[in-house]
Each structure stands twice: as C-alpha cells, then as structure tokens.
C-alpha cells in the first residue's frame, strides 16, 4: 500500500529527533573519526531539515550521549562502550563534544536531552514522554549511526507505537555499504524510507504546526 507521506509528516504531530548529532561523534574532534567522515555529507541535509522543521512548526529534539568525567553511570558491558571510553575525546557532560554541532544550534525551541547509558536515545530517557506531551505520533528520525543507535531508535520507536520516518539521506554509518544495506533490508521494514527533499516538500506544502506553549 503506498504510504501518505504528507500525512505522516504533518506538522501538527510530527517531531525531527536528531541522535548524537555532536560535536565528539560526527564533529570535527570525534571520538569516532571514521564515522565522522562519514558523516560529513548528511550535515548540510541535518541543518536544511531543522530549519524546515522549524519553520513548519515541527519541534525539534536532539538526543545526546555524554558521560560524567569520573564514568559513572555508564555501560561498560559492550565493546562499543570500551571504545568509547577510551578514546582521546571525552563525551563530557556540558562539553562542545557532548552539544550539538554548529549548523544544528540549538535553537532556543529546540529540546536536548543528554543521556549517560545505553544504545539509543528513547529507553532510560524523557524523549517518549516529551514526544508524547507535544501530541507526536511521527518521528522524523535522523543522525547516527545506522549501526546501533539508529537502528536501536527504529525499533524502540516502533515499539512504543511510533510511525518512523528515516530521511536516508540525513543519516550515516559504517562502512557506507552496509549503511545502505541495513536500511533497504532491516529499516524498511519498520520504518517510511524518504529523502530529505521530500520531507522538507511536505512540510513547505503543510499547514504550519500548532504553537506549542505553557498553558
């Protein structure tokens, strides 16, 4: 069956949720610098969909991955974790390596959530409910990578009864063939497949999404 994507992405109950969209991941000083290079090429795609999302109405979250400087609280049971840890790059809380990159802000409407545990941004963490709270039904998810932390993402999203809309173009991971081929192969099953250009279409094409304010 052919999938509304107007419908999906209407600004009224849709979110963009950027995962570990950061300076120590997909930053110039990553702790990951082959998934940093990467990365590269969905920046510009990440900043554009912000700033459309923005515009329609669309709240935007952005989902950190940080850890206190004495580890605490931490996973240490994954090699993932262990990597992590002992790079040069230190994933400190309230560090440039634990904000946002540039281009993405954060704007003053956005929200940052900084997690210290786990693979993904939704278990453990306030997104679920805040999603919830804004009336959100559709996650427009981008970021990294589709390694782990995307794919963790769909499928916890999807869980929780999410739609999940993936912009292929506003996400990364390694090697960039395998990337591609998790998403064709596992992703698609769960989640819309799009471009970043179609998104933005919509939300150009949409009404504007309600203001969401203390009442």
């Known amino acids: 069956m052919p999938v509304d994507l107007a419908a999906l992405v209407e600004p009224a109950h849709c979110a963009l949720v950027t995962q ?3 300076g120590g991941v997909i930053g110039e000083q990553s702790a990951l610098p082959q998934l940093a290079a990467v990365a590269a090429p969905i920046r510009p795609n990440l900043a554009t969909l912000a700033r459309a999302a923005r515009a329609a109405g669309v709240p935007v979250i952005h989902n950190l991955a940080a850890r206190r400087p004495d580890g605490l609280g931490a996973n240490r049971n994954a090699r993932l974790f262990h990597g992590v840890a002992k790079a040069p790059v230190k994933l400190t809380v309230g560090s440039p390596a634990a904000q946002v990159v540039p281009e ?8 940052s959530i900084t997690r210290l545990h786990g ?3 939704m278990a453990g963490t306030d997104l679920d409910p805040i999603l919830r709270n804004l009336g959100v039904t559709t996650i427009v998810g ?3 990578s589709v390694n782990v932390g995307m794919t963790n ?3 916890d999203a999807v869980n929780l009864g999410y739609q999940f ?10 090697p960039a063939a395998y990337a591609e081929a998790v998403i064709d192969n596992t992703l698609a099953l ?13 939300w150009e094409a949409s009404e504007p999404g309600p203001i969401r304010k203390e009442v």
């Open 20 to 22: 570990e969209c950061q």
């Open 104 to 111: 993405l802000g954060p704007d003053p409407t956005d929200f």
């Open 119 to 121: 693979l993904g941004p």
């Open 142 to 144: 981008v970021g990294v």
């Open 153 to 155: 993402f769909v499928m």
């Open 165 to 174: 809309v993936l912009p292929r173009d506003a996400v990364a991971g390694l």
């Open 190 to 202: 769960l989640a819309t497949i799009t471009t970043s250009a179609e998104v933005i279409g919509c």
